[in-house]
Protein backbone atom coordinates (compact mmCIF):
# COMPACT_ATOMS: atom_id res chain seq x y z
CA UNK A 1 0.00 0.00 0.00
CA UNK A 2 1.13 4.14 -0.24
CA UNK A 3 2.29 5.38 2.87
CA UNK A 4 2.46 8.85 3.84
CA UNK A 5 6.35 8.80 5.07
CA UNK A 6 6.86 12.33 5.64
CA UNK A 7 5.39 15.47 6.78
CA UNK A 8 6.24 19.19 5.69
CA UNK A 9 5.09 23.09 6.92
CA UNK A 10 6.74 25.97 5.24
CA UNK A 11 5.41 29.94 5.62
CA UNK A 12 5.04 31.25 2.17
CA UNK A 13 4.72 34.82 2.71
CA UNK A 14 6.32 37.65 0.03
CA UNK A 15 8.02 38.51 2.93
CA UNK A 16 10.89 35.42 2.77
CA UNK A 17 11.19 36.05 -1.20
CA UNK A 18 12.85 39.47 -0.34
CA UNK A 19 16.32 40.67 -0.72
CA UNK A 20 17.76 42.49 2.27
CA UNK A 21 16.37 46.04 0.98
CA UNK A 22 13.18 45.00 -0.05
CA UNK A 23 12.65 43.86 3.84
CA UNK A 24 12.46 47.03 4.64
CA UNK A 25 9.62 48.20 2.62
CA UNK A 26 7.20 46.34 3.88
CA UNK A 27 6.39 49.21 6.54
CA UNK A 28 4.52 51.09 3.39
CA UNK A 29 2.28 48.16 2.35
CA UNK A 30 1.96 47.16 6.15
CA UNK A 31 0.64 50.85 6.98
CA UNK A 32 -2.05 50.37 4.53
CA UNK A 33 -3.76 47.37 4.50
CA UNK A 34 -6.51 46.25 6.96
CA UNK A 35 -5.44 44.35 10.34
CA UNK A 36 -6.78 42.29 13.53
CA UNK A 37 -5.27 42.60 16.75
CA UNK A 38 -4.38 39.06 18.28
CA UNK A 39 -8.14 38.36 19.30
CA UNK A 40 -9.75 38.93 15.58
CA UNK A 41 -11.21 42.45 16.56
CA UNK A 42 -10.79 45.03 13.42
CA UNK A 43 -8.28 47.72 14.11
CA UNK A 44 -5.72 50.17 11.89
CA UNK A 45 -1.86 49.79 11.92
CA UNK A 46 -2.25 53.29 13.92
CA UNK A 47 -3.93 50.99 17.12
CA UNK A 48 -1.74 48.32 17.02
CA UNK A 49 1.36 51.29 16.63
CA UNK A 50 -0.10 52.52 19.56
CA UNK A 51 -0.26 49.54 21.98
CA UNK A 52 3.04 48.19 20.98
CA UNK A 53 5.98 47.20 22.86
CA UNK A 54 8.35 49.74 22.60
CA UNK A 55 11.18 47.33 22.17
CA UNK A 56 10.00 46.28 18.45
CA UNK A 57 11.00 49.51 16.87
CA UNK A 58 14.61 47.78 18.01
CA UNK A 59 13.69 45.06 17.03
CA UNK A 60 12.91 46.09 13.46
CA UNK A 61 16.42 47.46 13.12
CA UNK A 62 17.73 46.94 9.19
CA UNK A 63 20.43 44.73 11.03
CA UNK A 64 18.20 42.63 13.21
CA UNK A 65 15.66 42.11 10.85
CA UNK A 66 18.13 41.01 7.75
CA UNK A 67 19.58 38.39 10.84
CA UNK A 68 16.26 36.93 11.44
CA UNK A 69 15.87 36.90 7.66
CA UNK A 70 18.75 34.93 7.20
CA UNK A 71 17.59 32.25 10.20
CA UNK A 72 14.16 31.63 8.18
CA UNK A 73 16.60 31.81 4.60
CA UNK A 74 18.42 28.36 6.24
CA UNK A 75 15.12 27.26 7.29
CA UNK A 76 13.83 27.42 4.14
CA UNK A 77 16.68 24.94 2.85
CA UNK A 78 16.24 22.57 5.69
CA UNK A 79 12.96 21.94 3.97
CA UNK A 80 14.10 21.74 0.84
CA UNK A 81 16.70 19.38 1.74
CA UNK A 82 14.54 17.43 3.17
CA UNK A 83 12.32 16.98 0.52
CA UNK A 84 15.01 16.11 -1.81
CA UNK A 85 16.56 13.41 -0.09
CA UNK A 86 13.14 11.69 0.69
CA UNK A 87 12.71 9.93 -2.26
CA UNK A 88 9.00 10.25 -2.71
CA UNK A 89 6.65 9.00 -5.45
CA UNK A 90 4.34 12.37 -4.50
CA UNK A 91 4.03 15.10 -2.85
CA UNK A 92 0.49 16.55 -1.17
CA UNK A 93 0.43 20.24 -1.14
CA UNK A 94 -2.65 21.56 0.97
CA UNK A 95 -2.85 25.27 0.98
CA UNK A 96 -5.32 27.90 0.58
CA UNK A 97 -6.57 29.90 -2.31
CA UNK A 98 -6.85 33.89 -2.38
CA UNK A 99 -8.76 34.91 -5.61
CA UNK A 100 -6.63 32.76 -7.58
CA UNK A 101 -8.40 30.02 -9.15
CA UNK A 102 -11.54 30.07 -7.07
CA UNK A 103 -13.21 33.22 -6.61
CA UNK A 104 -17.13 34.88 -5.34
CA UNK A 105 -18.77 33.07 -8.14
CA UNK A 106 -18.06 29.88 -6.60
CA UNK A 107 -15.31 28.88 -3.88
CA UNK A 108 -15.12 25.25 -2.26
CA UNK A 109 -14.23 24.51 1.36
CA UNK A 110 -11.86 22.04 0.29
CA UNK A 111 -10.77 20.82 -3.73
CA UNK A 112 -8.52 18.64 -5.36
CA UNK A 113 -6.78 19.52 -8.35
CA UNK A 114 -6.50 16.16 -10.69
CA UNK A 115 -5.23 17.22 -13.80
CA UNK A 116 -1.98 15.69 -15.48
CA UNK A 117 -0.11 18.89 -15.13
CA UNK A 118 -0.45 21.85 -13.40
CA UNK A 119 0.78 25.44 -15.03
CA UNK A 120 2.86 27.86 -13.52
CA UNK A 121 2.77 31.23 -14.74
CA UNK A 122 4.83 33.85 -15.53
CA UNK A 123 2.67 36.49 -14.90
CA UNK A 124 0.60 37.39 -11.58
CA UNK A 125 -3.15 37.75 -11.64
CA UNK A 126 -3.64 41.31 -12.29
CA UNK A 127 -5.44 42.62 -9.20
CA UNK A 128 -2.08 42.35 -7.52
CA UNK A 129 -0.74 45.15 -9.89
CA UNK A 130 -3.86 46.93 -9.53
CA UNK A 131 -4.06 46.82 -5.18
CA UNK A 132 0.00 47.19 -4.25
CA UNK A 133 2.99 49.15 -5.20
CA UNK A 134 5.35 48.12 -8.02
CA UNK A 135 8.28 47.16 -5.79
CA UNK A 136 5.90 44.61 -3.93
CA UNK A 137 4.81 43.39 -7.38
CA UNK A 138 7.98 42.89 -8.46
CA UNK A 139 8.86 41.47 -5.35
CA UNK A 140 5.90 38.93 -5.09
CA UNK A 141 6.94 38.22 -8.36
CA UNK A 142 9.37 35.47 -7.55
CA UNK A 143 6.53 33.13 -6.54
CA UNK A 144 6.37 32.64 -10.70
CA UNK A 145 8.59 31.60 -13.67
CA UNK A 146 11.05 33.95 -14.38
CA UNK A 147 10.60 33.76 -18.41
CA UNK A 148 7.77 31.44 -19.70
CA UNK A 149 4.96 29.03 -17.92
CA UNK A 150 5.64 25.85 -17.08
CA UNK A 151 3.40 22.71 -16.52
CA UNK A 152 4.43 20.55 -13.88
CA UNK A 153 3.84 17.01 -13.02
CA UNK A 154 0.65 16.23 -10.92
CA UNK A 155 0.08 12.28 -9.44
CA UNK A 156 -3.45 12.39 -11.61
CA UNK A 157 -4.22 8.73 -10.41
CA UNK A 158 -3.54 9.22 -6.72
CA UNK A 159 -5.49 12.71 -6.94
CA UNK A 160 -8.52 10.77 -8.53
CA UNK A 161 -8.27 8.20 -5.89
CA UNK A 162 -8.37 10.50 -2.98
CA UNK A 163 -11.32 12.33 -4.21
CA UNK A 164 -13.03 8.94 -5.06
CA UNK A 165 -11.67 7.74 -1.36
CA UNK A 166 -12.97 11.21 0.42
CA UNK A 167 -16.36 10.94 -0.72
CA UNK A 168 -16.63 7.49 0.58
CA UNK A 169 -15.51 9.00 3.71
CA UNK A 170 -18.10 11.68 3.65
CA UNK A 171 -16.42 14.63 2.55
CA UNK A 172 -18.10 16.51 -0.19
CA UNK A 173 -15.19 17.74 -2.04
CA UNK A 174 -14.97 20.06 -5.29
CA UNK A 175 -12.79 19.07 -8.04
CA UNK A 176 -10.72 20.53 -10.57
CA UNK A 177 -9.06 19.00 -14.05
CA UNK A 178 -8.04 22.24 -15.16
CA UNK A 179 -7.09 26.08 -14.40
CA UNK A 180 -9.01 28.77 -15.54
CA UNK A 181 -8.16 30.44 -18.95
CA UNK A 182 -5.14 31.83 -18.73
CA UNK A 183 -4.43 31.53 -15.54
CA UNK A 184 -1.84 29.68 -13.45
CA UNK A 185 -1.62 28.18 -10.16
CA UNK A 186 -2.04 30.16 -7.05
CA UNK A 187 0.56 31.36 -4.59
CA UNK A 188 0.34 27.93 -2.17
CA UNK A 189 1.06 25.64 -4.61
CA UNK A 190 3.41 27.78 -6.42
CA UNK A 191 5.58 28.63 -3.43
CA UNK A 192 6.92 25.16 -3.27
CA UNK A 193 7.15 24.51 -6.94
CA UNK A 194 9.35 27.26 -7.20
CA UNK A 195 11.01 27.91 -3.53
CA UNK A 196 11.14 24.10 -2.24
CA UNK A 197 11.12 21.63 -5.10
CA UNK A 198 14.22 20.96 -7.19
CA UNK A 199 13.54 22.51 -10.20
CA UNK A 200 15.10 19.79 -12.15
CA UNK A 201 13.25 16.87 -10.73
CA UNK A 202 10.00 18.42 -9.40
CA UNK A 203 7.83 15.20 -7.29
CA UNK A 204 4.38 14.82 -9.15
CA UNK A 205 2.21 17.27 -6.57
CA UNK A 206 -1.26 16.11 -5.52
CA UNK A 207 -2.44 20.56 -5.04
CA UNK A 208 -5.81 20.47 -2.21
CA UNK A 209 -6.95 23.77 -1.68
CA UNK A 210 -8.70 24.81 1.79
CA UNK A 211 -10.63 27.80 1.82
CA UNK A 212 -8.74 28.81 5.30
CA UNK A 213 -9.44 32.49 3.67
CA UNK A 214 -13.00 33.56 2.61
CA UNK A 215 -16.14 33.40 5.01
CA UNK A 216 -18.48 32.27 5.12
CA UNK A 217 -17.47 28.59 4.30
CA UNK A 218 -13.85 28.32 6.18
CA UNK A 219 -13.78 24.92 7.05
CA UNK A 220 -13.76 24.43 11.41
CA UNK A 221 -10.48 23.37 12.76
CA UNK A 222 -12.37 20.57 13.95
CA UNK A 223 -13.34 19.51 10.14
CA UNK A 224 -9.39 20.01 9.03
CA UNK A 225 -8.13 18.23 10.97
CA UNK A 226 -10.63 15.35 10.37
CA UNK A 227 -9.88 16.12 6.46
CA UNK A 228 -6.11 14.98 7.67
CA UNK A 229 -6.89 11.90 9.59
CA UNK A 230 -9.03 11.00 5.87
CA UNK A 231 -6.41 11.96 3.99
CA UNK A 232 -4.00 9.51 5.43
CA UNK A 233 -6.44 6.58 5.44
CA UNK A 234 -7.12 7.46 2.06
CA UNK A 235 -3.55 7.33 0.93
CA UNK A 236 -2.93 3.90 2.65
CA UNK A 237 -5.35 2.26 0.36
CA UNK A 238 -4.02 3.58 -2.84
CA UNK A 239 -3.28 0.18 -4.80
CA UNK A 240 0.51 1.15 -5.24
CA UNK A 241 3.58 1.62 -3.14
CA UNK A 242 4.41 5.00 -3.54
CA UNK A 243 6.25 7.11 -1.02
CA UNK A 244 3.90 9.96 -0.20
CA UNK A 245 4.47 13.20 1.23
CA UNK A 246 2.17 15.68 2.77
CA UNK A 247 3.02 19.50 3.43
CA UNK A 248 1.36 22.69 4.50
CA UNK A 249 1.89 25.79 2.58
CA UNK A 250 1.26 28.94 4.59
CA UNK A 251 1.25 30.62 8.24
CA UNK A 252 1.22 30.69 10.95
CA UNK A 253 0.34 33.92 12.20
CA UNK A 254 -0.34 37.24 10.13
CA UNK A 255 -0.22 40.18 9.76
CA UNK A 256 0.12 40.55 13.05
CA UNK A 257 2.66 38.06 14.83
CA UNK A 258 1.36 36.29 17.62
CA UNK A 259 4.38 34.42 19.12
CA UNK A 260 2.40 32.47 21.87
CA UNK A 261 -0.58 31.81 19.48
CA UNK A 262 2.16 29.98 17.14
CA UNK A 263 4.28 28.62 19.86
CA UNK A 264 1.45 26.88 21.01
CA UNK A 265 0.84 25.75 17.15
CA UNK A 266 3.82 23.73 16.97
CA UNK A 267 3.82 22.60 20.58
CA UNK A 268 0.47 21.11 19.84
CA UNK A 269 1.89 19.27 16.47
CA UNK A 270 4.96 18.13 18.47
CA UNK A 271 3.08 16.51 21.36
CA UNK A 272 0.47 15.05 19.22
CA UNK A 273 -2.43 17.14 20.82
CA UNK A 274 -5.44 16.35 18.60
CA UNK A 275 -7.84 18.40 21.04
CA UNK A 276 -6.43 21.71 21.30
CA UNK A 277 -6.09 21.54 17.16
CA UNK A 278 -9.63 20.87 16.78
CA UNK A 279 -10.67 23.62 19.29
CA UNK A 280 -8.57 26.53 18.04
CA UNK A 281 -10.89 29.52 18.22
CA UNK A 282 -11.95 31.21 15.42
CA UNK A 283 -11.72 34.44 16.25
CA UNK A 284 -7.95 34.25 15.91
CA UNK A 285 -8.04 32.36 12.51
CA UNK A 286 -8.67 35.40 10.52
CA UNK A 287 -6.67 37.02 7.29
CA UNK A 288 -3.23 35.02 6.82
CA UNK A 289 -3.79 33.37 10.40
CA UNK A 290 -6.12 31.77 8.67
CA UNK A 291 -3.41 29.76 6.72
CA UNK A 292 -2.97 27.81 10.26
CA UNK A 293 -5.96 25.51 9.45
CA UNK A 294 -3.22 23.83 6.80
CA UNK A 295 -1.05 23.45 9.70
CA UNK A 296 -4.05 21.44 11.51
CA UNK A 297 -4.85 19.41 8.73
CA UNK A 298 -1.17 17.77 8.38
CA UNK A 299 -0.99 17.73 12.11
CA UNK A 300 -4.44 15.34 11.27
CA UNK A 301 -2.19 13.26 8.46
CA UNK A 302 0.90 12.59 10.24
CA UNK A 303 -0.56 11.73 12.91
CA UNK A 304 1.85 8.66 13.16
CA UNK A 305 4.90 10.36 12.38
CA UNK A 306 6.79 12.50 15.07
CA UNK A 307 7.75 16.05 14.29
CA UNK A 308 11.65 15.71 14.28
CA UNK A 309 12.11 19.01 13.59
CA UNK A 310 11.41 22.89 13.46
CA UNK A 311 12.62 26.47 13.10
CA UNK A 312 9.95 29.43 14.11
CA UNK A 313 11.08 32.67 14.00
CA UNK A 314 9.16 35.76 15.13
CA UNK A 315 8.82 38.10 11.69
CA UNK A 316 8.23 40.82 12.97
CA UNK A 317 8.74 43.92 10.34
CA UNK A 318 7.57 47.12 11.49
CA UNK A 319 7.39 48.47 15.00
CA UNK A 320 3.91 48.00 15.14
CA UNK A 321 4.33 44.23 15.46
CA UNK A 322 3.46 43.37 11.99
CA UNK A 323 4.51 40.82 10.00
CA UNK A 324 4.44 36.81 9.77
CA UNK A 325 5.25 33.96 12.14
CA UNK A 326 7.86 31.97 10.08
CA UNK A 327 7.33 28.57 10.96
CA UNK A 328 9.32 25.47 9.21
CA UNK A 329 8.39 21.59 10.13
CA UNK A 330 9.02 18.15 9.26
CA UNK A 331 7.34 15.18 10.30
CA UNK A 332 9.24 11.31 9.89
Not at 212 to 221: A, G, I, K, L
Not at 253 to 282: G, M, Q, T, W, Y
Not at 312 to 324: K, L
Request: hydrophobic fraction near 40%; aromatic fraction near 10%; charged fraction near 25%.
Amino acid sequence: MAKIVLGLGTSHTPMLLASDETLLRFVETDQQIKHRDKEGRPVTYGDLLEKADPKLAHMVAPEHLVARQNIARDAIKHVAQTLAQAKLDALIVMGDDQNESYKDDCRPAFAIYYGDTIRNSNEQHAEYSRRFPEWYVQNRQAFFEDEQPRDYPVHAPLARHLIESLMDIGFDLASSKCLPEGEGEGHAIAYVHRRVMDARKPVPAVPIFLNTYFPPNQPRPRRCYEFGQALRKAVENFAGAERVGILASGGLSHFLVDEDFDRAILKACADKDANFLRKLPRNKLNAGSSEILNWVALAGAVEHLDLDWFEYVPGYRTPAGTGTGLSFATWA
